[in-house]
């Protein structure tokens, strides 16, 4: 499984040194034999919000940790602004970190939490007392300072815990979970929340989650971890619309992959033989691969058509390009969008989703029906490892 | 369900009938006021000539000071080595011998007081030839015992409290820009504190009523009040005894009373908060 993810730097070490705020070089952790952080290199732009994404054990926390010091690094260096943090403690770098337990002090009202950290800095009473004020208005605490942190719901406490984090204006605000412990309704308001602080006072946000929909609407970039290497680092679009590895197309969202063999190489355009699929496969040429090569092609379900009539390409005689015939399966109905398990006659599944446009069609596709699906020629992606 | 309620409230009047009768009769003799402790003059009793003659025995005043002392250092000091230990275990994660020293801090627990008291002894004696301290057995070695044997018990309960507590608090701490030392003091302590307070509480009563091991390594001159005691009763209990007992009954009946009803309200008070938060959220 390693060997089949190499660690993949996409991002080239950009010429203006100002672009990158933060600086990872070939960062790496080890835990006895266990290797939590595997060689990473990142770049981290100014005041942009870059989301971590990836499972339990990919590392991401351990990487979190180092950057705000309660790791050291078995090899490779953490640059903050220029700074190399090697040999700086955490209490005294220019980072705050939101915990995914928040960790608000039990025993100080919410008041006194958000004012630690101004504290430490020795500020005076009056200018503590103001900027406590201010951040708990930014955060709508505003009325709940003297309460306790067990006086407080899962909500406030979050929002505290970002006031506390947010109180000492730190150029990075380091994110673990930030709304793991929300319940959905909640977690989606908070988003959006957390997108508008972070923009009104331009912090650089680096966000640690294991939820993709999360990463996608918080990041404006996202670097995806497995198994403590970076597998791709991207905007939100180009990772689910391109992804570079069939772990990263298998991680983020979901997606019908099948094996297949490269028959003929266009200037632009690739066909791809699949067996597994029972048909050719015109596809984009955005990878360089040569004739008889083994490739993957990724289909997203959103991306698929099924329809009861052959498509009009695909009624030639000879192989079909692009469309299959199948039987439908099984069909989840989910509101807004259907769900369509599609047994092709090789013998796979297929999912198709499609949006449920129309209030009662007037004669929607049931199960077992037999069907075609078919799909554009942008549609599939070509990953060659 | 009646027979069972019957049984239950048997057993219980029983049970309590047999750890605290002893306990009463001593209180009511206390104010007998005849000589010979079993039996009762109905004429003149009751009275409180014991409680008067008590406080006019120097011999006992000055050693329910004494035990006082002691205890009160003792259970002092046995807080400070006892809150290491446990922070040494609970944090210093996996090193060599860990499994050795927590072992050996617990084991004057289970261990004999008579063996512990012996081996403290032999080592003073040893210590006094060697070193030239500590200067013969008294006040000074009855409370570097009790340090002893407390510390062990003040380990468990500050380790207990500690393998619970959340190590994101003191790295959150860091994170703000606290250093170490400031991180114990503001967050560590604070939150340990219940527990080194019972500790305390703990080792100060351990220390107050130790009589085996105190024999061991005490000296002329420096009995404290249950050595006093034990030995005015090897010549036959008298009325005075009960008297001085049943003070000590009292002041600690007090102290269990104090701290229960603190415990209670901050129960209490926590329960509402908590009801508090949650109708907040809805």
Redesign the interface.
Same mark, same amino acid.
């Given at each position: 499984m390693k060997s089949a993810i190499p660690n993949v730097n996409v991002m080239p070490p950009a010429a203006d040194p100002d672009s990158a705020y933060v600086r990872i070089a070939n960062l790496t952790k080890r835990f006895g034999d266990f290797m939590a952080v595997d060689d990473v290199s990142l770049d981290i732009r100014r005041g942009e919000i870059f989301c971590l994404l990836g499972g339990s054990g990919s590392g991401k926390t351990t990487l979190l940790r180092m950057l705000a010091g309660f790791e050291l690094p078995s090899a490779g260096t953490i640059r903050i602004d220029g700074a190399d943090m090697s040999a700086i403690p955490p209490y005294e770098r220019p980072v705050n970190m939101m915990f995914q337990s928040y960790a608000l002090f039990p025993h100080m009202s919410v008041e006194k939490n958000v004012a630690f950290g101004l504290e430490q800095e020795g500020r005076g009473r009056e200018q503590i007392r103001h900027q406590v004020g201010e951040i708990l208005d930014i955060v709508k605490m505003g009325g709940f300072g003297a309460r306790k942190p067990h006086q407080l719901s899962g909500g406030q406490r979050q929002r505290v815990a970002l006031a506390r984090a947010l109180v000492k204006r730190p150029k990075l605000l380091l994110l673990d979970e930030p709304l793991a412990a929300l319940d959905k309704k909640l977690r989606e308001h908070t988003q959006f929340e957390l997108l508008n602080i972070q923009q009104r006072l331009g912090v650089t946000f680096i966000v640690v989650t294991h939820d993709q929909e999360e990463a996608m609407t918080l990041g404006t970039r996202l670097g995806v971890m497995n198994h403590g290497r970076i597998a791709q680092i991207g905007t939100p679009a180009d990772i689910y619309e391109s992804p570079a590895t069939r772990f990263v197309a298998d991680f983020i969202g979901s997606v019908n992959m099948f094996e297949g063999r490269v028959s003929d190489e266009g200037s632009d355009c690739l066909r791809i033989d699949c067996t597994e699929l029972g048909c050719t496969v015109r596809a984009e040429r955005t990878v360089s691969c040569t004739r008889g090569a083994i490739v993957w092609t990724a289909i997203r379900p959103e991306k698929i058509n099924i329809s009861r009539q052959p498509p009009t390409a695909a009624g030639q005689p000879g192989p079909a390009e692009n469309a299959v015939r199948g039987t439908v399966r099984e069909i989840a109905y989910m509101g807004d969008m259907s769900i369509y398990l599609v047994q092709i006659d090789s013998g796979r599944v297929m999912r198709v989703t499609l949006p449920n446009v129309m209030r009662g069609a007037e004669r929607p596709i049931a199960r077992q029906e037999s069907v075609w699906l078919s799909w554009h020629g942008s549609s599939p992606v070509v990953l060659t490892e | 369900m009646r027979a069972r309620g019957l049984f239950t409230r048997t057993a219980l009047v029983l049970g309590l009938a047999f750890l605290y009768l002893p306990i009463l009769s001593m209180i009511v003799f206390s104010f007998n006021n005849s000589r010979l402790v079993t039996v009762w003059d109905t004429a003149h009793s009751p009275t409180l000539k014991w409680y008067v003659a008590l406080m006019s025995n120097e011999q006992i005043l000055r050693a329910a000071w004494l035990s006082i002392r002691i205890a009160l250092i003792a259970a002092s000091a046995a807080v400070v080595l006892g809150t290491l230990a446990g922070m040494a275990l609970t944090r210093l994660g996996a090193f060599r011998g860990r499994m050795l020293l927590a072992g050996m801090t617990t084991a004057p627990i289970v261990m004999p007081e008579v063996i512990t008291g012996l081996s403290l002894l032999l080592l003073f004696v040893a210590m006094q030839q060697l070193i030239g301290w500590p200067k013969g057995v008294g006040a000074v070695t009855i409370t570097l015992a009790h340090i002893t044997f407390c510390m062990a018990y003040v380990t468990v309960v500050v380790q207990s409290r500690l393998s619970g507590f959340?190590e994101?608090?003191e790295?959150? %701490?860091?994170?703000?820009?606290?250093?170490p030392l400031?991180v114990f003091l503001?967050?560590t302590l604070?939150?340990i504190l219940p527990a080194i307070a019972s500790g305390w509480l703990l080792a100060f009563t351990l220390s107050w009523d130790d009589l085996v091991i105190t024999q061991f390594v005490a000296g002329p001159g420096s009995s404290t009040l249950p050595m006093v005691i034990f030995s005015k009763v090897r010549f036959g209990v008298t009325p005075d005894v009960n008297a001085l007992a049943t003070i000590m009954v009292l002041i600690v009946a007090t102290g269990i009373a104090v701290s229960t009803a603190w415990m209670r309200y901050r129960q209490q008070r926590?329960v509402r908060?908590?009801q508090? %938060? %949650?109708a907040?959220?809805l």
């Open positions: - | 959340d994101a608090l790295e959150a %701490a860091m994170d703000l820009g606290a250093r400031r503001r967050i604070p939150l926590r908060d908590l508090l %938060a %949650a907040a959220n």
